[in-house]
């Protein structure tokens, strides 16, 4: 059996085999579209090193990415989601070592939602709990049919569990709460929960009416009602908690947690915030184990943590990047990705992708999982240890980061 790191399920039950030639897949086994396509990104567009876009052998590009953060000022160190445990906890102590700053994606995503889990003010539970009892899953702000497709059918909704044996037709309800009909919503079209650009908090205070015994107010007070019965019935509920919720909150995630609290004192509920990069919650644990803190963290004097930190928030002043695991110029409004394409970058991954076309110095890491092992926190939180599957000369992003700091 194969992992796949196409996503943050960390899939451990694929079966693989590759042709002959060693250019393409010949066969597959329990492979979602989106799993299909990250294996065979194994054999498209791979990197290579590069300096200012001119092929170099790999000990030249390692040396002069290590002196370019060696001379910077107010380096930042930023991606991880997409890196193995190893090379995130080396990452940190290069930040350390360096005087960096170091972010991931959790600052513009569920980082909020994340540490709020981490640091046990937020119930939680594991995909096993969710398929073996879970009676009720919320899926807020979340869209798992587009960005998790194997989501619901091996954890969540259709599976069939220690305590819910007769799967979503008996066994299970599911309520989507988003501002558009999407994927998610048309598959339990039943309990979808159309709202307003962030109309997150009215629809919490309409919930917490509900669950007192209050008349909520809101246009459809009985739909409304009729939810807070569904959810006082649940045995076990489970809020998969996405990036919509994350973002209509803001800062202020005390009115989510007062209604899990609420939810808590009739039911049993959980919570699981939706991430995509496969170890984006492994990073959020690392540095908080080591810092105090999930995301936006400055060694520069000691330990700081601030938005000012961020990749969005310290960009104005950077003098050096690098980027691992991620590509930032992809998912970041233009204005940001034009000021990513004035620093000098160094970018580490297994692709070609914009970030990488637009970095001064390029190095191609394996994909770890398939070509490198290592070891991942699952969305959940359980670890997964993955050995590679397909042979490679590519380097592992640890190996990468442990020669980076050995040449510093």
């Known amino acids: 059996m194969a992992d ?9 039950d694929i079966v693989v085999e590759v042709n002959g030639d060693g250019h393409g897949l010949k066969e597959t086994t329990n492979l979602c579209r989106k799993g299909h396509g990250y294996y065979e990104s194994l ?10 876009g001119e092929g170099v052998d790999f000990e030249t590009v390692i040396s002069q990415a290590a002196e370019l953060l060696k ?22 102590n290069l930040a350390k070592k360096l005087g960096a700053s170091i972010d991931d994606s959790s600052s513009f995503g569920t980082g909020i939602l994340m540490e709020k889990v981490l640091r046990e003010q937020l119930p939680t539970c594991t995909f096993d709990d969710v398929r073996n009892f879970a009676d009720v899953s919320i899926y807020w702000g979340d869209d798992p049919s587009s960005s998790h497709p194997r989501h619901m059918s091996r954890f969540s909704y259709f599976p069939r569990g220690e305590k819910r044996q007769r799967g979503y037709e008996e066994d299970r309800t599911a309520l ?40 909520p107010k809101v246009n459809d007070k009985k739909k409304i009602l009729n939810l807070g019965t569904t959810l006082k019935k649940a045995k076990y509920g489970v809020v998969f908690a996405g990036m919509g919720l994350a973002h209509s909150l803001k800062n202020d995630v005390e009115p989510f947690v007062s209604l899990i609290d609420k939810l808590n ?6 919570v699981i915030p939706t991430t995509s990069e496969y170890n984006s919650r492994g990073f959020n644990q690392a540095l908080l184990e080591e810092t105090d803190h ?5 060694f520069k004097d000691g330990v700081s943590s601030g938005p000012e930190f961020s ?17 930032p110029v992809a998912t970041l409004p233009a204005a940001i990705s034009k000021k990513i394409s004035k620093i000098p970058l160094v970018a580490i991954g297994p692709h070609r992708n914009l970030t990488t076309d637009m970095a001064k110095l390029t190095i191609p890491s394996a994909v770890s999982g398939l070509e490198s092992g290592g070891s991942a926190l699952r969305m959940d939180g359980v670890k997964v240890e993955f050995d590679p599957v397909i042979k490679s000369d590519y380097q592992s992003d640890a190996e990468i980061l442990a020669r980076i700091m050995g040449v510093l």
Do not use: H
């Open 4 to 12: 796949c790191t196409g996503c943050s399920l960390l899939c451990d």
């Open 43 to 52: 054999f498209e567009d791979r990197l290579t090193p590069t300096i200012n």
């Open 71 to 92: 001379g910077a000022d107010r380096p930042l160190l930023f991606g991880w989601g997409n890196s193995t445990l190893e090379a995130q906890k080396l990452g940190i």
């Open 176 to 215: 989507v709460i988003d501002v558009r009909t999407s994927p998610t919503a048309v598959i339990a079209a039943n309990g979808f929960i159309k709202i307003p650009p962030e109309g997150d908090v009215e629809l919490i205070e309409a919930f917490m009416a509900a669950l007192s015994g209050k008349i």
């Open 265 to 270: 004192q009739v039911s049993s509920y959980k």
């Open 294 to 298: 999930i995301n936006q963290v400055s």
């Open 311 to 327: 990749l969005l928030g310290s960009i104005d002043d950077c003098d050096a990047m690098m980027v691992i695991g991620s590509d």
